[in-house]
């Protein structure tokens, strides 16, 4: 079966870009346009990792972790930032609220998926 990554991201050109190299590498990709889009698709997904955006309109990436990980059904799902943010202190922030890694865009997708399997397995 193959596994469901949810992007979360406001950019459509970023989220067309991650489904087309997700779904070449085998994946079933869910997609968002902020984070409550993303609170509204985990109603219904239950994806196996999730890929978000720091800086979005209505709920922002930190506010979207912060939410999911109080959720205990996503308490142990896989969250990888993709940002253009470099701010170690934002990545600090980032882990604090309970990501699991931390990419910069733009993105290698091989590296990409590399990041996407290590943190499932």
């Known amino acids: 079966m193959k596994q469901t990554i949810l992007t979360v991201d406001d950019s459509r050109t970023m989220r067309d870009m991650l ?3 997700l779904v070449h590498a085998g994946f079933r990709v869910v997609q968002a346009e902020d984070g409550i889009h993303g609170l509204e698709i985990l109603r219904d997904e ?10 979005m309109p209505r709920m ?4 979207f972790i912060e939410a999911i990980r109080r959720d205990a059904s996503w308490r142990s799902t896989p969250v990888l930032v993709l940002t253009t943010e470099v701010d170690g202190e934002k990545k600090s922030r980032a882990k604090a609220a309970g990501a699991t890694g931390w990419i910069v865009k733009p993105f290698d997708p091989a590296k990409l998926v590399d990041a996407i399997r290590r943190v499932s397995a």
């Open 19 to 21: 489904k087309i190299s």
């Open 46 to 55: 239950t994806p196996d990792v999730i890929i978000t955006d720091i800086n």
């Open 60 to 63: 922002d990436g930190f506010g």
